[in-house]
């Protein structure tokens, strides 16, 4: 299988289609490639080279010893296209991937021609309080189902590598890096050279408010909130989501 010898992790990697600007696809906490991107990937790979990624302690990537900062998961997107010779991509991150996306973005502007920040916030206090107050959890309809808990809990037995801790030790240790990171300056936005779809569901994680001020940040972005769609869903709704996406990765 595709590992990227990065240090310290060997990171998951495949490769799908050919052709244009390579678009790097990376998934939101405790999501595969395939739970995150499957009802987008094929119909992209159609059309240009897709390569998409597993982060650290996700999927068939191993967890490693060493915290996983949104810094060091940028790193690592950054290795991995060292490692491929890719000089220029599109990326679309999701979630947690759409954070280390933006880090990416915002440290190594060169190296990112469009992004696609789906899902995701660039200060604190962009999530609906359902998602920040674990006592409103049990309630929310914003919150994943039951259905996509187990299908997570499923894909971390069927592809975490041996010996890997259980899915709930890991969603212990990656939950502070969402909730506990701050997000990034004015200033540091204002570096972002690549035009940036943000996309978030009417019924996401992320606040409309919050992804309309997301907009006003970035030197050059558009904003597009998916109707009848939660956090988990949004990249499933591919009817509405391809034409956004491809639209915009067309310039």
């Not at 789906?118 to 189902?145: K, L, N, Q």
């Not at 570096?191 to 992320?206: K, R």
């Not at 909130?225 to 310039?251: F, I, K, Q, W, Y």
Request: net charge negative.
């Amino acid at each position: 299988m595709p590992f990227a010898p990065l240090d310290p992790v060997d990171l998951y990697h495949e490769e799908h289609g050919s052709g244009g600007t390579p678009l790097l696809l990376v998934p939101g906490g405790h999501l595969t490639i395939d739970l995150n991107f499957s009802s987008v990937l094929g119909p992209l790979a159609s059309r240009r080279r897709v390569v998409a990624v597993e982060q650290q302690g996700h999927g068939r990537t191993a967890d490693v010893d060493r915290e996983p900062t949104i810094a060091a998961l940028a790193g690592d997107l950054l290795g991995l296209l060292d490692h491929l010779g890719l000089e220029q991509v599109d990326v679309c991150g999701f979630s947690l991937g759409a954070l280390a996306a933006m880090d990416l973005a915002v440290r190594h502007p060169g190296r990112v021609r469009r992004l696609v920040f789906a899902a995701g916030f660039v200060r604190a206090g962009g999530y609906h309080p359902d998602i920040t107050d674990p006592d409103r959890w049990a309630t929310s309809t914003r919150m994943p189902t039951d259905e996509d808990f187990l299908a997570m809990r499923r894909e971390h037995e069927r592809l975490a590598p041996d010996g890997a801790a259980d899915i709930d030790t890991v969603m212990e240790k990656f939950g502070p890096v969402v909730m506990g990171f701050e997000g990034w300056s004015d200033d540091e936005l204002r570096q972002v050279t690549a035009p940036t779809l943000v996309m978030i569901g009417d019924h996401d994680f992320v606040t409309v408010e919050h992804a309309e001020l997301t907009r006003g940040l970035l030197p050059e972005a558009t904003l597009a909130v998916v109707p009848r769609s939660t956090h988990n869903g949004l990249m499933h709704r591919a009817d509405v989501v391809l034409p956004l996406v491809e639209d915009h990765l067309a310039g």
